[in-house]
T-cell receptor, first 112, second 114 residues
């Protein structure tokens, strides 16, 4: 069966520091991968999606970036965090042309 | 854990009662809909989905109803249990055949009273 991992689970970082969040999927090949951010009291905002290695599409212009160095690995990065980057970051996967997405456990990021 | 939905609409039901959570969508091009359950501090969990060529789909204790005329989606949970307490999100695809992306609603908090 497929599983999705995210780490770290929680992170507290100062403003201006770099960020690297990692997501890996097991049990499937060539998944579509997604990064979402969820602010308190809000729904999920799509940040990036990827349909293959090295293929990244950005949905929202901001100081975040994403990379997909391996088929089942998706990384969310920032060179300099802003206070507004605080939130709950979720990685998700889907397969082929299916719409159903399956989420990881999330990373709670607090920028201080 | 993470507090999601501090100011969300809240539905409070008694344990054992049936729950109905509603969702309105805006895009008539949407042809795929999905419901997720999110417990505090966790990622959303897939519950059930439905395509626009159906108006009803049933799962274990859950039923999704789709009314395309009024662009309305509902999730019915039978015999609600304390473990059903969570925030529930609906999502639609907005007819997006390229990105396979979903657009999420803001969520409804379900509170089950023992």
């Amino acid at each position: 069966s497929q599983t999705i991992h995210q780490w770290p689970a929680t992170l507290v970082q100062p403003v201006g520091s770099p960020l690297s969040l990692e997501c890996t999927v097991e049990g499937t090949s060539n998944p579509n991968l997604y990064w979402y951010r969820q602010a308190a009291g809000r729904g999920l905002q799509l940040l990036f999606y990827s349909v293959g290695i090295g293929q990244i599409s950005s949905e929202v212009p901001q100081n975040l970036s994403a990379s997909r160095p391996q088929d089942r690995q998706f990384i969310l990065s920032s060179k300099k965090l802003l206070l507004s980057d605080s939130g709950f970051y979720l990685c998700a996967w889907s397969v082929g042309f299916e719409y159903a997405q399956y989420f990881g456990p999330g990373t709670r990021l607090t920028v201080t | 854990g993470e507090s999601v939905g501090l100011h969300l609409p809240t539905l409070s039901v008694q344990e054992g009662d049936n729950s109905i959570i509603n969702c309105a969508y805006s895009n008539s091009a949407s042809d795929y809909f999905i419901w997720y359950k999110q417990e505090s501090g966790k990622g959303p969990q897939f519950i059930i989905d439905i395509r626009s060529n159906m108006d009803k789909r049933q799962g274990q204790r859950v039923t999704v109803l789709l009314n395309k005329t009024v662009k309305h989606l509902s999730l019915q949970i039978a015999a609600t249990q304390p473990g059903d307490s969570a925030v529930y999100f609906c999502a639609e695809n907005k007819g997006d055949t390229g990105r396979r992306a979903l657009t999420f609603g803001s969520g409804t908090r379900l509170q089950v009273q023992p």
